[in-house]
Nanobody, 123 residues
Framework: VQLQASGGGLVQAGGSLRLACAAS????????MSWYRQSPGKQRELVAS???????NYADFVKGRFTISRDDAKNAVYLQMNSLKPEDTAVYYC??????????????????WGKGTQVTVSS
């Protein structure tokens, strides 16, 4: 299973970006898909998550500005980021709790991370 994130870039404060992350492999289902971020010198932190039932969870610092969504037919998760601030500058990582078939076609559970995409917000 692999997660591939895209959509990062450079944007001015107040602008918008949309991140996308798609999972590929012998996937049976994905329970929770999430976005995390990490700034230099800081720990990785949860930005938003969404379960397969549609329940969402947002960090306080993005509530009202960011929206997470999923397309389960594509095993994809998105993060719409509006009203961006310089403090949103970070590498953004997607994360997924995946049930997949192993090489013996037995179901396994594992959490996967994408490689990260850089978001830079200029003031």
């Amino acid at each position: 299973v692999q997660l591939q994130a895209s959509g990062g870039g450079l944007v001015q404060a107040g602008g918008s970006l949309r991140l996308a992350c798609a999972a590929s492999g012998r996937i049976i289902s994905i329970e929770t898909m999430s976005w995390y971020r990490q700034s230099p010198g800081k720990q990785r932190e949860l930005v938003a998550s969404q379960t397969t039932s549609g329940s969402t969870n947002y960090a306080d610092f993005v509530k009202g500005r960011f929206t997470i969504s999923r397309d389960d037919a594509k095993n994809a998760v998105y993060l719409q980021m509006n009203s961006l601030k310089p403090e949103d500058t970070a590498v953004y990582y997607c994360n997924a709790d995946v049930t997949y078939y192993d090489t013996a076609y037995l179901p396994r559970d594992m959490t996967y991370w994408g490689k990260g995409t850089q978001v830079t917000v200029s003031s």
